[in-house]
């Protein structure tokens, strides 16, 4: 047998032991390229931005929720980010937002990142997402001597649906009618802040591609006919924690008059928050775009260490 045929005999059998295994573990409700994507991908950033610790913050049926912390060398502050990532609450991973708490704790923030529940994955509802988020919270202010942060200056952040899980805990009282009242400050990449279209006759914008729609119409279903009662964007009060928005112009997951309308009405309100827009940028562009990512993280910073 030549080298070529021992090769190929080789790269096959790792392939097939590969698409086997994806195979094996997939989700039942995740499709197949999304898994693919989530255990190649996702799993590929672990490995290229690997954090300082991980630590289980939550149990669930045998699922261990992590978050993952970016600890800087020399602190130059005691504010820290706790972030979670966007996919609409069925999909995406804690993975990929390494690299902004990665340049973050390089500039001297303690960052971290946290997993939650999602419905492709665990077969969730978007309440449990809040359920963990609310829970990442507390354990981070549990742990804070462990952790060396000041429990009293965490802000909290995400992007997409994160954004939602971010604002939800400042915004949305719990069952036992409270929400969490120490939050330092709050980051929002493209949130999703507004979900009561879901329920109340909302008509999406005819420029939304129908792949969008379709994914739309799934998400509506993990709120159980409580987008309303779930949307950040109605329980806008006064003395909320100053925010920050970064969003995309050109975003038609999230279109910017949402955002516009939701920042207005937080104005009213006498709340403290600051809206920057990129011209010609769609949904999660700083990701995507290494000039627009230099410059979101120019504007983060100045807003972290203010």
Known sequence: MNKFMTFFIVFASIIFLSFSYLFITKPKNMPFIGHFFDKVFYGSLYYLTKPDYSYIYKKHEGLKLKVHVFVPEKPKTDTSLLLFHGGGWAFGSSYSLFKICKDLSDSGITCFSADYRLSLKHNSKVKDSMLDARAAFRWLSENSDKLNINKEKIIVGGGSSGGHLAASLAMIPDDSGSTIDNIHALVFFNPAINTTFFDNGYELPENMGERRKSFWLYLKKLFDGKSVELSPSNWIKENLPPSIIFHGKNDRTIPL???????????????????????????????????????????LLLFLKE
């Open 257 to 299: 008059p949402i955002i516009e309308e939701f920042t207005k009405h937080m104005e009213e309100k006498g709340n403290e928050i600051k809206l920057l827009t990129w011209e010609g940028k769609g949904h999660q562009f700083y990701r995507w775009d290494k000039e627009s990512y230099s410059e979101v993280m120019n504007e």
